[in-house]
């Protein structure tokens, strides 16, 4: 996997762009991604914008996100959402996977241990928030 310090991928190719786009209005996506040129990057990359659409509703419904080879051959990635206290989206968390070490029968387990991370940041942030009100 290549990672490169400082760098960004774009949204539509990342399982954290995704998840982080979830819950983004049709009209949010189009005027975020306006001036956005939908580079291909493998040949499992979305280049339109209603097969995002597509695949962000599948992710809100279901609470996760995939990028399987979209950014980068060999990479597979599951992301879910980090929600503030209000449920707001404030953050992703993400697993990566070179596809070879990747188990399609251990998905679930791979979902349900990042969704229990995820609520546990939750729980710590909203701890931390009554915390400060005191």
Same mark, same amino acid.
């Given at each position: 996997m290549?990672?490169? &310090? %400082?760098?960004?991928n ?6 954290? %762009?995704?998840? +982080? ?8 996506v189009r005027q975020t991604?306006?001036?956005?040129t939908? !580079?291909k990057?493998?040949d499992?990359?979305i280049?339109?914008? #209603? !097969?995002?659409?597509?695949?962000l509703?599948?992710?809100?419904? !279901? %609470?996760? $996100?995939? !990028?399987?080879?979209?950014q980068?051959?060999g990479?597979?990635?599951? $992301?879910?959402p ?8 404030? $953050? %992703?968390?993400?697993l #990566?996977?070179?596809v ?11 979902v349900?241990? +990042? ?5 546990? &940041?939750?729980? $710590?942030l ?5 915390? +400060?009100?005191?």
């Amino acid at each position: 996997m290549r990672s490169r &310090i %400082g760098k960004g991928n774009p949204l539509y190719t990342t399982a954290i %762009g995704k998840v +982080l786009m979830s819950e983004w209005t049709q009209a949010s996506v189009r005027q975020t991604l306006s001036g956005v040129t939908f !580079d291909k990057y493998t040949d499992n990359t979305i280049t339109k914008i #209603s !097969d995002l659409h597509a695949v962000l509703k599948q992710a809100k419904v !279901d %609470g996760v $996100a995939e !990028d399987i080879e979209e950014q980068e051959l060999g990479v597979r990635c599951i $992301a879910v959402p980090v929600r503030c206290p209000n449920g707001e989206i404030i $953050a %992703g968390l993400s697993l #990566s996977f070179p596809v070879i070490r990747f188990q399609q029968e251990k998905r679930n387990e791979y979902v349900e241990s +990042l969704k229990q991370a995820s609520a546990k &940041i939750t729980e $710590a942030l909203t701890l931390s928030l009554e915390e +400060l009100a005191h």
